[in-house]
């Protein structure tokens, strides 16, 4: 996913002095506008969860599930 539509959308935020200091901190360290900083972390954000959803696909001869194997002691 990237959002390279075209703008024209509105987002009016509220923020706190302090998210907005940190914020172009983290955007002049990067050479980013404001904007785009928060794009690039929404945007990171979003495929660090979908990484997390997709499904583990496991080897031939591998458990499905991680862990060790159960076994019975008689």
């Known amino acids: 996913m990237q959002f390279d539509d075209i703008k024209t959308e509105t987002l009016n935020l509220r923020v706190s002095p302090t998210f907005k200091a940190a914020l172009k901190a983290l955007a002049d360290a990067e050479h980013r506008s404001m904007v785009n900083m928060l794009e690039t972390l929404v945007l990171e954000r ?29």
């Open 46 to 74: 979003t495929k660090a969860v979908a990484s997390l959803k997709s499904p583990i696909k496991s080897q031939p001869g591998q458990a499905k599930r991680p862990g060790r194997a159960l076994s019975r002691v008689a």
